[in-house]
């Protein structure tokens, strides 16, 4: 059966410039499951129970994800500083909560953009010493 993403694990409060990976809420076949962490697999999702809604943001609509796969989620800040780069990568993902945008993909696609950011930054000093500022290089690993 086909596995939809149906929202996240996670809070999301002070990663408005942040870019995550955030574990899977998913559907499959009408029943609602979570990934048990990032590296995951279907013999490895557990139930979602009702005790779990608090830490669960849900996501309008019912995207297609494959195992393994993580939602990556960008802050509204973040957003912000891809467009002053000239980067338009998040025109194509989804409205989430609170003026962010998400998609699902592979930790190694997210590892990749990642490396893109950080290599669009090169050279864009004023730029990087006020993402520098808002905390970016956090996200970064920086």
Known sequence: MRASLTGFVGDIVGDEHRLTERTPVLSIGGREFVAAGLNWTRASL?????????????LDGRAPIAAGETVWLAGPVFGWALHELGDDALRHWATGPRGFTYLSGSRKAFAALTSQTLAALSGKESLKAELLRMGLHQTLGR
């Open 46 to 58: 557990q139930p979602l129970h009702p005790s779990d809604e608090e830490f669960v943001w849900r």
